[in-house]
């Protein structure tokens, strides 16, 4: 069936170091989000990538959707405490129906 | 903020219970979904809806039920709780359409003894 893969599981770093998440989808997408999940929390939306080769930015995130909307990238320059939490893609299929696939999520540990 | 509300945000009950978990919210969207989630894990879609009176099974098979008799509401029902239904359920909702982020609510952290 269709999935979207998410890679690392877990991400460890030093405060003040670069994190990157990435997103696989075994089928084209029509647009790919992304949201946050702080520790006890509920996952808040981010983002939307919809184009071919889209970047987005938000201050320190840079968000990209692959030229083959396939597969999508969350980069975080100079980490902060604050961006502890797990990030999850969501993509929804190109095939016309209606369901978002969740990608497992990437587990950010932020050390001071 | 979100206008999207979850009640109760904790239960704890007894095996053999039944219980119903409330999602409401006011944005009129069409669509409602439940998710299944243990801490730190992944989501699990169980339930979702296109709209009044529409409810579909999602990946996770469940021995939950849900109901979309109105727009706003979603409630979901488990009518003989087990430890093993001992999890955190988020409701969500989105407009159809390309501009479909989800809403999530704040959850019910439900525990079964």
């Known amino acids: 069936g269709q999935q979207v893969m998410q890679i690392p599981q877990y991400q460890h770093v030093q405060e003040g170091e670069d994190f990157t998440t990435y997103c696989n989808s075994s089928?084209?997408?029509?647009?790919i989000q992304w949201y946050k999940q702080r520790p006890g929390g509920h996952p808040v939306f981010l983002i939307q990538l919809v184009k071919s080769g889209e970047v987005k930015k938000q201050k320190r995130l840079t968000f990209q959707f692959g030229e083959a909307k396939k597969n999508s990238s969350l980069h975080i320059t100079a980490t902060q405490t604050t961006d502890v939490g797990t990030y999850f893609c969501?993509?929804?299929?190109?095939?016309?129906?209606?369901?978002?696939?969740f990608g497992a999520g990437t587990r950010l540990f932020v050390k001071a | 903020e979100a206008d999207i509300y979850q009640t109760p945000r904790y239960l704890v009950i007894g095996t053999g219970k039944k219980i119903t978990l409330e999602c409401s919210q006011t944005?009129?969207?069409?669509?409602m979904y439940w998710y299944q989630q243990d801490p730190g894990m992944e989501l699990h879609l169980i339930h979702y809806?296109?709209?009044?009176?529409?409810?579909e099974k999602g990946d996770l098979s469940s021995e939950s039920t849900v109901s979309r008799i109105r727009t706003e509401h979603f409630p979901l029902t488990l009518e003989s709780a087990r430890p093993s239904h001992t999890s955190q359920y988020l409701c969500?909702?989105?407009?159809?359409?390309?501009?479909?982020?989800?809403?999530f609510g704040p959850g019910t952290r439900l525990t079964v003894l």
């Open positions: 969501a993509g929804e299929p190109n095939t016309g129906g209606f369901k978002t696939i």
């Open positions: 944005m009129g969207h069409d669509k």
């Open positions: 969500a909702s989105s407009v159809s359409g390309l501009e479909s982020e989800q809403f």
């Open positions: 809806s296109y709209g009044v009176n529409s409810t």
């Open positions: 089928t084209t997408l029509s647009n």
